[in-house]
């Protein structure tokens, strides 16, 4: 009988500790607080430690040879080489590739064809995990149209078999995001592919938090008339977020002025007196982060008009918008969403399943980038996500017969340099430049090609996929999944 893989994790991580991994401290010792410190009664709610993983080991040293290389950058070399080193991407060029560094891996992709690992800004793997049954459906919160303070890292299930699935269609990061049956569903989350045992120790480094929003179809559907409860309608929503933002900006304004003056003077002494910071509102928070700009509104949205009712909320309250997601009517406002620096996150060509969802049309994406936009391939699908590099030659072929201009460079930063920027992390992934983090795939075909696959994935300079002949069978993440 082969090990289940949470006795394979924990066997793991025993082995880590035994090697001189220190123990978590659960009682941290901090300085004794200053004399004129507040009295924080309501502590700060932070995100829950990494505390049970212990941290990834460095990664091998690899030196990719011979491929053709698609950067993402506007750059695309025939003949060309990266060298992956602790994680990141230490070199890279055009040409025959230097001479391999002792301990080096030497991987000859000759006739193969290497691109940044695939980002996918829309997903529910993990809170709408398989086996799809009800003891799995844990990303929608539809208790109350508003839950922003929820979070989908918190409901995400590590034993998802869609995750491996992913991960060999060259997705490497992933937005985990609560579903659209509320106003305000929740916390989104980003996360890289490592086989782990909780979400906190997959989470991308540094990544800023998003909100999951939803306007349309969805919110009045499950709310409305049968539950007899806000909104029945798109003008009963609007009241909604409208009056949830003026709720955080009073709670803002509160905290704010808290943080000015932390204290009071006695009157006899003069001596400062702390005083209590405001009631926390976890909700509210959420919000007051996102007028703060460190909380990134994703929000779902098909129609145009209502896409222009959302700016203008954006604009009243002072916060941005970072990406509409689905956005089948994006390309009739092309042109306002370009000029906003709102990215739109939609497929190549799902439509019609609904009436928001009915006047679409398939140069969406090409459309956007005519405008000068940010568009970018999503999927919304455990399915989908297995293969957004044929998406994305769909999206791209549909284009381009219609008479738009689509570069392969393009079309390949909509599944990796846009996404990343629409989830606040291009700095560190999405395009293959040195210094960037070591995601990398190695496709045994042109990426776009409906024959293609991904024959290796670097996951931070980590090999996490290698379907070459002669590799090494290695176990499931998942106990859902049978043994490849």
């Excluded at 025993?14 to 924080?40: F, H, M, R, Y």
Aim: with cysteine; net charge neutral.
């Amino acid at each position: 009988m082969r090990t289940s893989t949470p006795l394979r994790l924990a066997v793991a991580a025993l082995a880590l500790a035994a090697c001189g991994g220190k123990a978590p401290q659960t009682s941290p010792t901090t300085d004794p607080p200053a004399e004129d410190a507040p009295v924080l009664l309501d502590p700060p709610v932070e995100p829950n430690p990494v505390a049970f993983d212990a941290p990834l080991p460095v990664a091998p040293a690899v030196l990719i040879r011979d491929a053709e290389v698609l950067t993402a950058t506007g750059l695309h070399w025939k003949q060309g080489w990266l060298r992956l080193k602790d994680g990141r991407i230490a070199a890279l060029g055009e040409g025959a590739a230097p001479a391999p560094a002792e301990g080096e891996t030497v991987v000859d992709a000759r006739g193969r064809f290497v691109t940044p690992g695939i980002i996918d800004t829309h997903s529910h793997l993990g809170v709408y995990a398989s086996p799809g049954v009800w003891a799995h459906a844990d990303g929608n919160e539809m208790t109350n149209p508003m839950t922003p303070g929820v979070r989908a890292e918190e409901a995400f299930w590590p034993q998802d078999p869609g995750l491996e699935r992913a991960l060999a269609g060259g997705v490497t990061t992933l937005q985990i995001l609560p579903g659209s049956g509320n106003l305000m569903g929740g916390q989104g989350t980003i996360l890289k592919l490592h086989p782990r045992r909780e979400a906190a120790a997959m989470r991308f480094p540094g990544a800023p938090v998003t909100l999951k929003m939803a306007c349309g179809e969805n919110p009045k559907r499950v709310y409305g008339e049968g539950k007899g409860a806000m909104p029945m309608s798109r003008m009963g929503s609007l009241y909604l977020v409208r009056q949830k933002f003026l709720e955080a900006r009073r709670y803002k304004l509160r905290w704010d002025q808290w943080r000015k003056k932390p204290y009071e003077l006695d009157a006899k002494t003069g001596a400062k007196k702390p005083l209590n910071p405001p009631d926390r509102d976890l909700h509210l928070e959420t919000l007051a982060g996102v007028m703060a700009g460190e909380i990134l509104p994703q929000i779902h949205c098909y129609r145009a008009d209502e896409m222009l009712l959302q700016i203008k909320l954006s604009h009243e309250f002072g916060y941005k918008i970072r990406s509409f997601h689905h956005a089948l009517e994006a390309y009739k406002i092309a042109d306002v969403l370009a000029r906003e620096r709102i990215s739109v996150s939609t497929w190549a060509d799902w439509w019609g399943f609904k009436i928001e969802a009915w006047d679409a049309v398939e140069q969406n994406l090409a459309l956007v980038e005519a405008a000068g936009g940010i568009p970018v391939l999503h999927t919304d699908s455990p399915e989908g996500i297995q293969r957004m590099n044929q998406e994305a030659g769909k999206a791209m072929a549909s284009g381009r017969a219609a008479g738009l201009t689509v570069t392969e460079d393009q079309a390949l930063r909509w599944i990796t340099a846009n996404p990343a920027w629409a989830l606040g992390v291009e700095a560190q992934t999405g395009t293959l430049e040195a210094g960037k983090m070591a995601d990398v795939v190695i496709w045994d075909a042109h990426p776009f090609s409906v024959y293609a696959h991904a024959e290796q994935v670097y996951v931070d300079g980590h090999l996490r996929h290698d379907r070459r002949a002669g590799a090494p069978r290695r176990a499931p993440w998942s106990d859902f999944e049978v043994y490849r």
